[in-house]
């Protein structure tokens, strides 16, 4: 284990920086595309060595998970903002919010895809227009009635449509004539703002299955062009709310229409243990089969965002300080039903990535090998992750004195609410590609080879091979190497070499408009000759100087520099680049393993303090005043 002084990589740290500045603004590359190889980086001898640089070579911050006024529970209290202003806002522009305030990105997003709810798509610009096709039907005309007899009638017609979106489960439309006449300009809206090489549109949508109140949507995202997925529509719970059913469509999409489709699952945390829990939908014991589907269409797990993050949880993970951020943990999704201590390990990404390995082992698939990614989910048609630009999940809770102290779930049960104050600020998927292009996003999509951060834009790289030296996570050929001779992000390490350790170099460099890192750890969790899961942290690389103990953690806090009162921090703790070699101490070539990195930033004020100091009202005490902004990589996996 090893840690590095963050100076000699000062020149590559301003090198990053420039990347990164100007990553939303690149011109589309000469590279060939597909799957890459050793092969691929070979090339006639020439004297630029950048001449046929095959490997992705550029990160791209994108939302994920994002809905505009089409969304019945946006459109329908209060977001008035559309897909056009949801595009030009990730793609730089200011533009007004629902609530009339002007809002703008420090920096654009590289890419979005949004996706609306499939059930009611478009029902509140319907209403709002006073569309023939809404008032021909005998449902929505009833609908239309209540939403403009007064503020009564609009509570009563919402509900009801709650209670059909999340109960009863019968699509009260007689035609899906004009769904299919929103999804078409939809899908047409999204072509329009896509700039291969400038900013990458893509389409999606959300199935929002919710059994007895329990969490088990999904994001679809379809990475064609309208050509394609204006052959389809939207598959919506009222088809089913069974995931293997989606998959069906997922596989049907790709078949009829020659395109690629996957469907990413977010907010296990609000699934009452529903999510990972190794049975299916039905209750049925997984197969094989059933494994090799959901591996297929589900490579990637949405597993932080507004509503609570999910890496890991306090009472499963107890060695780890870090493990109780921004939870939302006391019920499922609906607030109707409270949460039991057995559900938990059935909601977190780290006991998931364990229970596949255990899976995988009896199954021979690992059902649960996903890469991890983050996203908004929010409900303003507006992408804004960062703590002191926060404008909330809905109309009504964008910049307000009082928008901290409202109901986000709301329960009979005080013990099982969740209010606006605990909303997280909100979190980013960044993906390391060739292009920023819908195939090329895709691609890293599929093969994992994307992260999450919660809102910041924290660069950080790591590969993963048998004989990495020291010395090379400091040289300027250290990507190359890393995919010559091992794998990145998402990859996979078998057969290991006799008395050999899995080495790993890991890069990570500080949001350029943010905060300083305090350290980069690996979490390792494997599978131990009784057949039992572990877990275990190492701190590879602290800020300050700080050492790293024999067990391979530094308890030293890195300190604060925040000020409560006014929300102010400063980056005179930490270090703006950290980097290290490590090699796993306790690697056993016969256990099943996986890897991956987390990043901590220094502390900075949370956006409830902001609003504390800017508004000069009390700051709400159910929350901290403070965050540890993070990434978490995609795994590396080990398989003898």
């Known amino acids: 284990m090893l840690m590095f002084d963050y100076r000699p990589f000062k020149f590559i740290a301003s090198s990053f920086v420039l990347s990164l500045c100007t990553s939303s603004h690149v011109a589309a590359s000469p590279y ?17 060595p950048y001449v046929g640089r095959a490997y992705p070579d550029q990160v791209l911050f994108g939302d994920s998970h994002f809905h505009t006024n089409l969304s019945f529970d946006a459109g329908l209290i209060g977001t008035s903002l559309t897909a056009h202003e949801g595009y030009r806002f990730a793609r730089g522009e200011k533009v007004i919010s629902n609530t009339g305030q002007p809002v703008q990105l ?39 009635d209540l939403f403009n007899s007064g503020q009564e009638g609009r509570m009563q017609a919402f509900a009801e449509i709650i209670e059909i979106g999340s109960v009863t489960m019968v699509n009260p439309f007689s035609s899906d004539k004009a769904a299919r006449g929103i999804w078409q300009d939809f899908v047409e809206i999204a072509d329009s703002y896509n700039e291969p090489g400038r900013f990458t549109a893509m389409t999606g949508f959300e199935w929002t299955s919710t059994p007895k109140g329990d969490n088990l949507h999904r994001v679809v995202i379809l990475a064609d062009a309208a050509d394609k997925t204006s052959q389809t529509m939207p598959y919506s719970t009222f088809d089913s709310q069974d995931p293997e059913d989606l998959w069906k469509y997922l596989a049907n999409y790709e078949k009829e229409t020659g395109g690629r489709a996957m469907a990413i699952p977010h907010n296990g945390n609000l699934s009452n243990g529903l999510m990972f829990n190794g049975k299916t939908f039905k209750g049925k014991k997984i197969t094989r089969d059933y494994a ?3 591996a297929r269409w589900e490579p990637l797990f949405e597993m932080t965002q507004i509503k609570g993050d999910e890496e890991a949880h306090p009472s499963l993970s107890m060695e780890d300080e870090f493990a109780d951020f921004e939870s939302w943990d006391v019920a499922n999704l609906s607030g109707t039903a409270p949460k039991e201590d057995w559900m938990l ?3 977190y990404a780290r006991p998931a990535l364990k229970l596949g390995l255990k899976l995988g082992k009896e199954l021979g698939v690992n059902p649960y090998k996903f890469g991890m990614i983050g996203a908004s989910d929010t409900h303003t048609a507006l992408a804004t992750t960062r703590e002191e630009n926060y404008f909330g999940k809905y109309q009504q809770t964008e910049p307000s004195p009082d928008r901290h102290n409202k109901e986000v779930i709301p329960a009979d049960d005080p013990a099982l609410r969740i209010m606006t104050s605990q909303e997280q600020a909100g979190s980013l998927m960044a993906v390391w590609a060739r292009d920023n292009t819908r195939r090329d996003i895709f691609d890293s999509m599929q093969r994992k080879e994307v992260y999450a ?28 190497e890393g995919y010559k001779r091992g794998v990145p992000m998402g990859g996979d390490l078998s057969k290991a070499p006799k008395d050999k350790a899995p080495s790993f170099m890991v890069r990570a ?21 009784k057949g039992e899961t572990q877990e275990r942290i190492y701190d590879v690389a602290v800020s300050d100087g700080r050492k790293i103990g024999e067990d391979g953690r530094s308890k030293t806090p890195v300190g604060t520099t925040v000020d409560v009162e006014k929300a102010t921090y400063t980056n005179t703790i930490g270090d703006a680049i950290l980097a290290a070699h490590w090699t796993d101490p306790d690697f056993d070539p016969k256990e099943s393993a996986f890897y991956y990195v987390r990043v901590l930033e220094i502390p900075t004020p949370r956006w409830t303090t902001y609003d504390a100091a800017f508004y000069n009202i009390k700051r709400p005490d159910i929350v901290p005043a403070t965050v540890q902004d993070r990434a978490y990589t995609s795994p590396i ?3 003898p």
């Open 637 to 639: 996996w080990y398989t």
């Open 32 to 48: 060939d595309h597909g799957n890459i190889t050793a092969e691929d980086l070979a090339t006639e001898k020439v004297y630029s």
């Open 453 to 480: 951060t919660t809102g910041t834009r924290i660069r950080v790289r790591v590969f993963a091979g048998w004989d990495f030296e020291a010395d090379e996570v400091s040289r300027h050929d250290f990507v190359a």
């Open 292 to 294: 090799e589907r959901r």
């Open 106 to 144: 420090v920096r654009p997003l590289d890419f979005l895809v949004i996706t609306d709810h499939a059930e009611f798509i478009g029902l509140a610009p319907m209403i709002q227009t006073s569309d023939p096709l809404l008032l021909s039907d005998s449902w929505g005309k009833r609908i239309y």
């Open 345 to 347: 390990q059935y909601e």
């Open 509 to 529: 460099l500080r949001d350029p408009d943010g905060a300083n890192l305090d350290r980069v750890q690996i979490i390792k969790g494997w599978l131990d000759k």
